[in-house]
């Protein structure tokens, strides 16, 4: 769906001025350079993006890492190096690891990079992103300033858009980001912060009633758990676990105890219901059951 979207926004847009894209690939793959670029490209780092306009070029690349867990167990982190070309050869002007998101940093844990949404006009560069199911975006522009030779921020708008759940209506709330003292691209953040998934267990020590509440960051599994607890002083955070599993034992006096693990799937349930079973049999109790386990990742 964004894909067709953005397709249609980018070739409708595209007039007297055509645009160079040297990129074919799907999202996350890797592209081909040409070879006065590939030189330039950090080592370790893979391309996933690359244009140029002739004078200016715009390269994006991830890291390259191993994700032992599946494609959404680690987060990509993105970096937008700049390019100019002086006296016939390409010279790296800026770079920035904070513009392009990363791979879980949308909307619960979505991939807001869409290589569609990204123009370069000669000295005018729009990086458009989306973050959300619905099309909430995130349109940042910049000027290449020839009196400094840098990169500068224009404007910077995030456009949330929900749906209403009575009249199925989008709404549109656009909110300006704050800019950098020096509005140089560098030194731009417009803040992505990535999907840091986990499960926290909470239980009341009057009632025996234990609740795993699950939120995509830190921030998030903080307020779930004032808010479980509110109102109830008996209860409290038992412990939680982020991008792993988590399991819960208790024994015949009432008592709950837990077990964590960094591994998923079915290693990870094993070793964590495992060091509950332990931690409760280690408390001088021969009557310990699970009572259930969970994972994130």
């Known amino acids: 769906m964004k894909f067709f979207r953005y397709l249609f926004a980018f070739t409708a847009g595209v007039g007297v001025q ?27 780092m893979s391309p996933i993006f690359y ?51 990363c791979s879980t940093c949308g909307n619960g844990g979505t991939d807001p990079f869409i290589r569609e949404g990204i123009r370069l006009d000669k000295n005018n560069l729009t990086i458009e ?4 199911l619905e099309p909430s975006t995130a349109i940042y522009n910049f000027i290449y300033d020839t009196k400094i030779s840098r ?25 300006v980001l704050n800019f950098p003292r020096e509005t140089l691209l560098a030194n731009f953040n417009p803040n992505w912060v990535p999907k840091e998934p986990g499960v926290a267990i909470t239980v009341d ?10 939120a995509d960051d830190k921030s998030e599994l903080d307020e779930k758990v004032k808010s479980n607890c509110s109102g109830r002083p008996s209860c409290h955070e038992l412990g ?11 024994n015949n006096k009432k008592q ?7 591994k998923l799937k079915e290693a990870g349930k094993s070793e964590s219901k495992s060091k509950a079973m332990d931690s409760c049999e280690l408390n001088g109790n021969d009557a310990c059951e699970e009572v259930r386990g969970d994972c994130v990742n």
């Open 18 to 44: 055509a645009i160079q894209v040297v990129s074919g690939a799907s999202l996350s793959e890797t592209v081909t350079l040409p070879e006065n670029i590939k030189a330039l490209a950090p080592n370790g």
């Open 129 to 132: 992103q989306d973050y959300s």
């Open 151 to 175: 990169w500068v921020v224009v404007s910077a708008i995030n456009t949330d858009v929900k749906q209403s759940p009575v009249t199925s209506e989008f709404i549109k709330a656009p909110h």
């Open 205 to 214: 020590s009057n009632s025996e009633v234990f609740s795993f509440l699950h």
């Open 256 to 262: 709950f105890f837990i077990g964590v693990s960094n």
């Open 51 to 101: 244009v140029s306009d002739g004078q200016s070029a715009v390269m994006i690349l991830e890291n390259k890492v191993v994700l032992p867990n599946g494609p959404q167990s680690e987060s990509q982190k993105r970096l937008l190096v700049l390019f100019r070309k002086e006296q016939g050869s390409y010279k790296e002007i800026d770079r920035s690891d904070k513009i392009i998101a």
């Open 240 to 250: 939680r676990q982020i991008k792993g599993c988590i399991a819960l034992a208790k």
